[in-house]
Structure formats: structure tokens, C-alpha cells
């Protein structure tokens, strides 16, 4: 059985959906691997390193004939219908934004999992693509507003006198933004966040920052996820959190809705009344944003001299540990489905590897987004 990765072709992005490290794991239960030549290349995995793990180098098509195909791009609407009916795709996969690729791996008879849609339980925890790659983000987010501001994040004694720490303002609490408070921290910022969910409290407390309590409704949704909020609430929760901001030095936003618009965190007037030198990180300015007039891979410098910047493809500027964190996450999904072959035994025949999807479990039934020429309406988590 054959699984295949080719490059990735959406600007920006350089990540790759396997690394040599984890190929004999597919090996070993006997997967024959097809890497796309200079598919690793900004992931530091050369052809050369993918051939001694064991994996073969394609140089063209290597969709064709392919019974499994991994990437983290969800492939296009032209590439789904290149596929031979039955194959599988392992890919991130938006049911609101992929709506072509969606359509045509139905039309193909391809079965394509979302690893958006990976439930967010115990067991399933491995295969979590959405929070190994948000880790990298919120990595990258405190580096971004450290090396952007023009001041030091630690506190420093001096001959020439004592120097301040920075006040770094983290906004949501989840896996991004417990990253990036855990990073700003050993940078030596003083560091206070706030999220939705009370619950986050103690871990963000256990990370040395101070969790900001808001007098509103706590927002607590299922798996972990934050709720959706109203207009309303969240109009008061800007206003209470307006002092707060207008002290901080770095404010990073990290607040997410898979398949939806990012909730409005700062407006205009929040940001016209930080001081002059702030720098604001918005992790999903790709996804409408949660601070009004930041745009996707831009710094955007206002009247006021705040500086925003906003995330695109943030995960994949760090490749290297991205890729190999995603590539984990790949293979565990698959080896769930996978049905080793067993080797020749007394007058048995060996038996050939299979693919078992059984939808009773519900982790495949969950990121089953196409299958057996159907669209499946698997239920879109709530947020991240």
C-alpha cells in the first residue's frame, strides 16, 4: 500500500506532512512511502535523508496510483480528482473554507480526513495537528514582539542604572497563548493573560503570569474549547479589558474559532489609546483578525505609533520542528486505521496490509469529512 506526500504548493507554506525520522514507523507496517523530490527542502529533510529512511524520491506526480496522501495543505479541487477512487487524504481541511477540494474528493470517491476535525479527547491527543502546530505559533508570537520592541523584556542592573521589564499582555489562554506567556517568561517580561474560560487560570498562574479575572459570564465549551460569545459580552469584555492593554508594552492575541472569523478582541480606539512603541502580535490575522486593521503577513504602523503584525503562515516559519510535530500527529491518525499485515505462519498465507475505517470510533467518524462518494457532516469544533 502505498502512501505519498507531495511538496506543498500554497505560497508560503514550508512545512512538509512527513519527516525522515517517522518513515519507519510507516515501513514497518508495510507502507511503501513516495516523497515528492524537494518536498522537505525548507524542513532541513533532503531527498537524500527521506531515501535512507527508507522512503522513495518521485520527481513529478506521485498522486497517481496512490492509495494515501499526506500533506498539510489540504490538496486542490484539480489534484482530489486525479485520485483513484478509495484512496485516503490526511491533510488540515476547513469544511467552510475547502469547500472545492471537499466537493471533488466526494465526486472522486476519495475518503478525505480533516485533521481540524480531530476530537479533542484523551485518545486522540497524539493526532491533535491543530494544537501541535498552535504550540508553534505562540512560540514564534513571543519572539516576534520581543525582537519588535524597542524595549528589554527582562529586568536588568546596571551600572548605568536599573532597566525595566516589558509588560506582555497574552489574550487567550489556550495552547498558543500558554506558549507564547511560557516563552515571554523566560525572557524575563512580566506577563499577565486572560481567557474566557476560568479554567485556565491555574495554568497560567503555574507559568508564572498573572491571570486577569473580568466580572463577565465564563464561556467554557466542550473538549476545552472557549464558546462562541455574543456581541454584547463581547463589546463589555473590550471595555473591561481596556486598562489592562493601555499599561502593556506587548500584546499578543491568540484567540481562535476553527472554520470561522476570529472574535473582535481590540478595536481601533483600543488600540489608538496604547502608548506610541507597543507592539501588538496577532496570531489570526489570517482568519479576519482579533485587532482591528491588522493584515496578514504586514506590519501595519499607526498614527499613534503602535505597531501591528499580523500572523500568516506563522507555523511554518519554524519548518524545521513544525513539520516534525505535524508529521506525529499524520502518522498516528493513519496507524489507527491501519490493519498491519500479518506475516506467513504454519499453512496460513501472509495477509496484505488494510485500511480499517471504522466509524464506530469516534475519531475517525469525527475527521471523516468525505467518504464512499458522500459529503459527511462531521460537527466543527467550537473554538481554539
Known amino acids: 500500500m502505498k502512501v505519498s506526500v507531495p511538496k506543498e504548493i500554497r505560497e508560503g507554506e514550508k512545512r512538509v506532512a512527513l519527516v525522515p525520522d517517522v518513515i519507519s514507523k510507516l515501513t514497518k507496517l508495510g507502507y511503501q512511502v513516495e516523497i515528492e523530490s524537494g518536498a522537505g527542502v525548507y524542513s532541513q529533510a533532503s531527498d537524500d535523508l527521506f531515501t535512507a529512511a527508507g522512503a522513495s524520491i518521485v520527481k513529478g506526480d506521485v498522486l497517481k496510483n496512490a492509495d494515501v496522501v499526506l500533506s498539510v495543505q489540504p490538496l486542490t479541487a484539480a489534484q482530489m480528482s486525479t485520485l483513484k477512487k478509495g484512496a485516503i487524504t490526511i491533510s488540515f481541511l476547513s469544511p467552510t473554507n475547502s469547500v472545492d477540494s471537499i466537493d471533488a474528493a466526494a465526486s472522486a470517491g476519495v475518503t478525505a480526513f480533516s485533521l481540524e476535525l480531530v476530537p479533542r479527547i484523551s485518545r486522540a491527543q497524539s493526532m491533535d495537528a491543530l494544537s501541535s502546530q498552535a504550540l508553534c505559533a505562540g512560540y514564534r508570537a513571543a519572539l516576534v514582539g520581543a525582537e519588535l520592541s524597542p524595549r528589554f ?35 524575563g517580561a512580566v506577563v499577565s493573560a486572560y481567557d474566557v474560560r476560568p479554567a485556565s487560570a491555574d495554568e497560567v498562574r503555574s507559568m508564572g503570569a498573572t491571570f486577569i479575572q473580568l466580572e463577565l459570564e465564563a464561556l467554557e465549551g466542550a473538549g476545552g474549547y472557549a464558546r462562541e460569545m455574543t456581541e454584547d459580552r463581547a463589546a463589555k469584555q473590550r471595555e473591561l479589558l481596556t486598562p489592562y492593554i493601555a499599561k502593556s508594552h506587548v500584546v499578543i492575541t491568540t484567540a481562535a474559532v476553527p472554520g470561522r472569523a476570529a472574535p473582535r478582541l481590540m478595536t481601533k480606539d483600543m488600540v489608538d489609546a496604547m502608548e506610541p512603541g507597543t507592539i501588538i502580535v496577532d496570531l489570526a490575522a489570517e482568519t479576519g483578525g482579533n485587532v482591528e486593521g491588522s493584515k496578514p503577513g504586514e506590519i501595519v504602523e499607526t498614527a499613534g505609533g503602535v505597531r501591528i503584525w499580523g500572523g500568516k503562515d506563522v507555523p511554518s516559519q519554524l519548518p524545521f520542528h513544525a513539520s516534525s510535530l505535524y508529521s506525529r500527529n499524520v502518522v498516528n491518525l493513519l496507524t489507527l486505521m491501519t490493519k498491519a499485515a500479518a506475516p506467513a505462519k504454519d499453512d496460513q498465507p501472509a495477509t496484505e496490509l488494510t485500511l480499517n475505517i471504522d466509524f464506530e470510533d469516534e475519531i475517525i467518524n469525527g475527521a471523516a469529512v468525505t467518504h464512499a462518494g458522500a459529503r459527511r457532516t462531521p460537527q466543527v469544533k467550537a473554538a481554539n
Open 153 to 187: 523584556f527582562p529586568l536588568l542592573m546596571t551600572a548605568a542604572g536599573t532597566v525595566t521589564p516589558a509588560q506582555v499582555l497574552v489574550l487567550g489562554a489556550g495552547v498558543a497563548g500558554l506558549q507564547a506567556i511560557a516563552t515571554a517568561r523566560r525572557l
